[in-house]
């Protein structure tokens, strides 16, 4: 059953651009997983499904290297940092079930008109977001993506599949940054027992990934898959709050 949650979870994030790392957090939460352990297999996760996504983004000429990359270096020493902070069960919980309401709203929020013009004055200060999302994804096992994208959507910071090809490459390396930082804390023995119950998750993101880019490009609507997505996120989150 949790094989088959995160299949789903695969499939409706890479529908919409984003690895489901937060997502993935909570099942295993709810399931009774090691919650130490859990950012390694969320952040592996997101690290299967946005990998192929940023290399289809990089082939086709849509991602804004510079602006992305500048996001991405700012966020990850932060993500690593997140991957070495201790934290204490109860707290970990909240800031988890907290982050995936708001990634919820997030994804319901609605997205301006995709139109020519000059950014926003805030865009220029996005190198701020990008920090506590770097930290955050190191420390709970998501991968920031899905707050940073509504924020450059509503600065106007570049055009949709630009900002969907960021959100990808923003997600990839916040996730190999938590995971270093995860490794450091945890150690060889714990990582490889993590990744050892993991790996019929892997696998079934692995699939669900590749059919989730698929949907993306020839079933569903972009904004049904996002209410989809927004609603599986939104009830795990409440789901850990609850409990």
Not at 20 to 42: E, H, K, M, N, Q
Not at 139 to 149: K, N
Request: proline residues 5%; contains cysteine.
């Amino acid at each position: 059953m949790l094989a088959l949650g995160f299949f789903v979870t695969a499939v409706l994030y890479a529908s919409v651009g984003f690895g489901g790392g937060s997502t993935y957090s909570a099942l295993l939460a709810l399931a009774g997983f090691d919650y130490r352990l859990l950012p390694i297999v969320s952040l592996c996760c997101n690290v299967v499904v946005v990998t192929g996504s940023t290399v289809r983004f990089a082939r086709a000429g849509l991602v804004p290297w510079r602006g992305a990359l500048t996001l991405a270096l700012v966020a990850a020493p932060l993500a690593f940092l997140g991957g070495l902070t201790p934290v204490k069960q109860a707290t970990f919980i909240v800031l988890l079930g907290a982050s995936l309401i708001l990634a919820g709203l997030a994804l319901l929020a609605p997205r301006p008109a995709d139109i020519e013009g000059q950014p926003a004055a805030a865009a220029k200060w996005m190198g701020l977001a990008a920090a506590p999302l770097g930290y955050l994804a190191g420390l709970v096992g998501i991968g920031g993506g899905i707050f940073l994208a509504p924020l450059l959507h509503l600065t106007r910071w570049s055009r949709a599949r630009q900002i969907a090809a960021t959100a990808s490459l923003f997600i990839l390396v916040n996730s190999i940054a938590g995971l270093i930082g995860q490794f450091a804390k945890n150690g060889p023995q714990r990582f490889a027992e993590a990744l050892g119950g993991g790996l019929p998750l892997l696998l079934a993101v692995l699939v669900g990934g590749q059919i989730g880019s698929l949907l993306a490009q020839r079933l569903l609507p972009e904004k049904v898959i996002r209410w989809l997505t927004a609603a599986l996120t939104i009830w795990a989150g409440s789901q850990l709050l609850l409990r």
